[in-house]
């Protein structure tokens, strides 16, 4: 059956259809086109009608003509809207017209890098000149990037790349940064948190390279939907940008589906597992045909359903789902990418690595494994399906954790509210500082020259005594034998990755992944089951020295899941308001992490089979938090371990509610309560930011706490449960670090819970 007639069944289904909270159908948009712009080259317009286009879309001549006038652009528009004819029709009539002109593409992935150059070689047969496009990152081989840096005019690269191997050597770039004149910066939305943070610093770099060269680039950004992209534009740039967000491109029919797993035991709000609700939709769909992507927030939660769905359809249905995320080999997923487009891979599971805009062809439907944390990210994903103008269905399957079923409580959220806003913090302090060495190293430093604003001279003195810069004459130099871009990476505060190594087959160790280093301790620990394409290891030795991991090909009918045990200790108190009932700040933390046990989980059922200590050590980071300090004498009679269970709700509320004020991934922040904290010295809940520095999260936090407290009531309140539960208060057993109640005590931690948030409540009021 088509996909108009699955949907029909599924809403009439006795099994599916009192699942579905929501079922909405977006009609179709027509296209809206505009005149060519007066300033545009004719050769191009002559070129762009021989490859079927007689018109551009409104969004796309208002950019162009824009750049064409020399101002920065940011263009926001959905996916497959035509965002890369924005940028490159006045980088390629600049060519046309200054044929020693050089532009520089910036995109956070290689893949994405690859999808462009194939576009750039498709125009370099439409055009009188010599089009020298070329990539350069980590896959160009050493003896092609000399002619790269030579005579590349289209250099097309990520950040990473420009911030290790082409600014520390600039000398070798002379003709790129000496007539740089445009920059281009795709899949903006991306570039938030530390990764956007990190970018900014870059660009500052990259400026006063180009300075240096005499050369002042212009910016071309392209994003998808986001609440501030001018902003961020701006932030990320630090100079006027020009906003164009007036979409005209078509849009077919979309179905949207919101799947909420049935109760399994309704008094203690305990749902199915969400993976195995989705891998029974997306069962469907595949053995009817429909080309299915599915979006995990977990690399383990992908790896469980591409071997559940490859169990579940068999033979070449099953060889035809793949997986597609961080830590495979990039052969590996070039050939996924190319069987999507070709139409031989029929279903991927993906994390967020397949959110950005890489060409995957005509995808019909998209489940979506748990609500992705973002408005901005749910329509990102679900615009992975329908490149064509026929019908796509997004399936949202929610999770038990309060977020997603406030999502699937009110599709109004997704549906009739704004995007969030991109939250970066060029300078944070441990990143701007990192990013200054790197600009010393790259060229000195004068007296009075700004980087980033205030206390540049600061934080140079500080360099000089940490003995990596001198002063001399009026200029700061770089001193130190280390090649500092090499200890910063862009993406964490972590540089380190893990290669992992099969030793299956002993004669031949191979190495068949790699991972960041923060999820070692909890996906690569010693006993681990290692997941890879359905595929099964076991970690024998993990070499934290040597940053390796030696894994063993095992059939097993579980896999492992670590628990992870942090610390917080308050460093200082940046802003903080007193009320009646207590206070709320934000600040400095110093967090300690530590994986502590594994569980083995039976696969299907999800079973706890039995359980192992991880021995590896503990680490500390700094970062930011916001906090809740509750006044012992203006709390309602509560027994100790009722304010305790109260304030374990609350945390778990408030640090899973808090993505939806914050352009974030859930997991980037943590939460804890504390009866008694040894730095408030009374009852305290904390939200922290997980990643070292903080970018901006808890002091939004700080800001928006009267609605974040406003929606964690409304929410716990609506809430069906007896006495709390996974989808409100969070599961009985606790967070980690809150003391275990007395046995054979149930507390009832959801009325404990809306007993505070109710005295919270009356406190705003009263204060507005």
Known sequence: MNLAQLIDQWERSPAIAPCLTTSRRLPPRPARHA??????????????????????????????????????????????????????????????????????????TKALAQDQLAELHAWANELPVA???????????????????????LVVTNPDMLHTAMLPHHTRWTHLFSQLRYVVVDELHSYRG???????????????????????????????????????????????????????????????????????????????????????????????EVQTILFA???????????????????????????????????????????????????????????????????????????PGTIASTWQQAGRAGRRNDLTLTVLVATSSPLDQFIVTHPEYLFDRSVEAGLINPNNLYIRTSHLKCAAFEQPFDDGEAFGGDATEQLLAYLEEERVLHHQEGRWYWMAEAFPAEQVSLRSAAIDNFVIVDVSETARPCVIGEMDRLSVPTLLHEEAIYLHEGRQYQVE???????????????????????????????????????????????????????????????????????????????????????????????????????????????????????????????????????????????????????????????????????LQEAALAHVAACACAAGCPSCVGPMGGMPGTPATTPGRRLDRKQAALRLLRLLAREAVDAR
Request: charged share 25%; with cysteine; net charge neutral.
């Open 194 to 288: 530390v990764f956007g943070s990190h970018l900014a610093n870059v660009l500052r770099r990259l400026k006063r390279t180009a300075a240096f060269y005499d050369a002042r680039p212009q910016f071309l950004l392209a994003s998808a939907t986001i609440a501030n992209p001018r902003e961020l534009a701006e932030q990320l740039v630090e100079e006027d940008v020009e906003l164009v967000d007036d979409n005209g491109a078509p849009q077919g029919p979309r179905h949207f589906l919101f799947y909420n797993p049935p109760a399994v035991d309704a008094s203690l709000g305990v749902r199915r597992s969400a993976v195995l609700a989705a891998r029974d939709l997306a069962t469907d769909l595949l053995k009817n």
């Open 35 to 108: 005149p060519w712009p007066a300033a545009l080259d004719p050769r191009l317009v002559a070129a762009l009608r021989r490859r079927g286009i007689d018109a551009l879309y409104t969004h796309q001549a208002q950019a162009v003509e824009a750049a064409l006038a020399g101002r920065n652009v940011v263009v926001v528009t959905p996916t497959a809207s035509g965002k890369t004819l924005c940028y490159n029709l006045p980088v390629l009539d600049r060519l046309l017209r200054e044929p020693a002109a050089r532009a520089l593409y910036l995109f956070p």
């Open 297 to 371: 927030r977990s690399r383990l939660t992908v790896e469980l359903l591409v071997t559940y769905l490859k169990g579940a359809l068999r033979g070449p249905a099953a060889d035809a789902v793949r997986g597609y995320r961080g830590g495979y080999l990039p052969l590996e997923r070039r050939a996924i990418e190319r069987g999507l487009r070709s139409g031989t891979v029929r279903g991927v599971v993906a994390t967020n690595a397949l959110e950005l805009g890489i060409d995957v062809g005509g995808l019909d439907a998209c489940v979506l494994v748990g609500y």
């Open 541 to 707: 030795r993990l070499d934290w020295d040597e940053k390796k991991a030696f894994v063993r090909s095992v059939d097993v009918d579980y896999y492992t899941d670590a628990e992870l045990v942090d610390h917080l200790q308050p460093l200082e108190v940046i802003a903080e308001e007193a009320g009646p009932l207590g206070s709320r700040a934000w600040g400095e933390v110093a967090l300690t992490f530590r994986a502590t046990i594994f569980k083995k989980i039976k696969l299907h059922t999800h079973e706890n089979v039995g359980w192992g200590k991880i021995q590896l050590p503990e680490e500390t980071h700094h970062t930011t938090a916001y906090w809740l300090t509750l006044a012992e004498s203006a709390l309602p009679p509560l027994s100790r371990e009722d304010l305790e269970a109260g304030l374990v709700g609350i945390a778990h509320l408030l640090g899973q509610l808090a993505p939806l004020f914050l352009m974030c991934d859930p997991r980037d922040l943590g939460a804890r309560a504390e009866a008694r904290s040894p730095f408030t010295r009374a009852p305290t809940i904390y939200v922290y930011e997980r990643l070292a520095g903080g970018v901006g999260l808890a002091e939004k936090l700080y800001a928006v706490h009267a609605d």
């Open 131 to 153: 089009l020298r496009a070329y990539t350069y990152d980590g896959d160009t081989p050493a003896t092609a990037r000399q002619a790269v840096r030579a005579a590349g005019s």
